[in-house]
Structure formats: C-alpha cells, structure tokens
C-alpha cells in the first residue's frame, strides 16, 4: 500500500510545487505546507480561528464539507473565492491524490 498522495501546490509568487504528501500521519493541507516550508503561517494552530491557510482548490475533488466554524472565518478572510477553504480543515488522506490547491494571497 502506498502512504503517499500527489499534491500540486501553487504558490503566491505563482510558482508551481508538485510534492508527495504522507496520508498515514494524520496531517492537513496547512501543516503539509508548514513542513514544505510553503508560506502558510497556521497562526491558530489548525483550529479554523484565524484564516492564515486559506486556500483556493482548483482540483474537483470531493472534500468534506466545510464546518459552521470554517465558514465563520472565511467570512472574515480577505480574498474570498467560491473555491475557498482553510487548509488546516483538510485532512490529507488517500483520495485526495492529485489534489491541486493555490495558496490565497495575504
């Protein structure tokens, strides 16, 4: 069984990342960024209480829905897009592979 997903990641200076994500460490999309050393800062801790990873999904993939709590905050967000989630909301798990994701801007 392979533990790793492909993510592709594009960057606020518009740079493209194509990177393997582990989907066996219980990591969301914010902390995978943190590790790639992407500028995702995660002020909050993953605790959708500051919006500092908001992301756009560009990729049709089926993702949870958003929570009553991740909403509240992307109201807050500047940057907002139809396509907007935090990342630290994601878990990365096996059916996200190919994920394609842009950071927002800040």
Known sequence: M??????????REGTLHSLSAPTDMNMNIMEFCRAAELPVEGTCGGMALCASCHIYIKSKHALNEPSDEEL??????????????LGCQIRITPDLDGLEIELAPV
Request: charged fraction near 30%; avoid cysteine; glycine fraction near 0%.
């Open 72 to 85: 509240d905050m992307l109201d807050q967000a500047f940057f907002v897009q139809k396509n907007s989630r």
């Open 2 to 11: 392979n533990d790793l997903i492909n993510l592709s990641i594009r960057d």
